[in-house]
């Protein structure tokens, strides 16, 4: 009897159709401010170039975006799909590229001034800024919901409910929000960010839920402790 050998390999995942699916999950109700949607430009403009945010502007039929108006919502997901295949080729995979869209869009906000206050009012407490996370939400857009939950002093999740931004997305947010840090050096409020800060990282165990209209909740962790 001849032997067979199969192979099993993962199919490789579809980041158009995905992005497909959620932008058909918006309505003309969900909107976005400007303020966020600029955020999501200017860190496409930091990891896929100058060229690529150009043309993600163009898309909208705007000169600019006002920061305190509202725009529809697929604006968010028609950024990712003329920016994927650029950060595909510079951070490697879809997961990672969703991740530093998340990260660099929190990191550019603590940097602000409204995000230096947070900071200074958090008091050096990583779990106060993502108890901030729900408030934040509200005011960037006017569809889904977050909770935080804290299971236990170190233990907690967020839970994303009708959220059209991939998880990957949030969980650099998550992970930013568990990283910073107030340091006192001429009152500017920094980062600890990368390699430099897994030392001293935060123990916060935190896993993160997201729930697409129709589908049910699903729990995935959040790798942002030693």
Known sequence: MQSVEFSWTQAPFDWQHDCGTRMSQCTPQDTARGMFLNGMLKSIRTLAGEA?????????????????????????????????????????????????????????????????????????????????????????????????????????????????????????????LLEARRRDQGGRAELADGAAGQRDRPHLGLRLAEALPGESCETRPVECTP
């Open 52 to 176: 690529v945010a150009k043309r993600c502007l163009e898309a909208t039929g705007h000169e600019r975006l006002v920061d305190v108006f509202n725009y529809p919502a697929t604006l968010q997901l028609q950024f990712l799909s003329i920016a994927m295949p650029e950060l595909l080729a510079r951070c490697g995979s879809y997961d990672t590229a969703m991740r530093q869209l998340g990260r660099h869009a929190v990191m550019d906000f603590l940097g602000s001034t409204a995000g230096k206050m947070l900071l200074t009012l958090a008091r050096k407490d990583p779990k106060r800024l993502v108890d901030s996370l729900p408030s934040a939400h509200k005011v960037s857009v006017n569809f889904g919901t977050q909770v935080v939950e804290w299971l236990g002093p170190k233990q907690g999740r967020v839970i994303l409910k009708r959220e059209f931004l991939p998880h990957a997305y949030h969980a650099g947010v998550v992970e930013v």
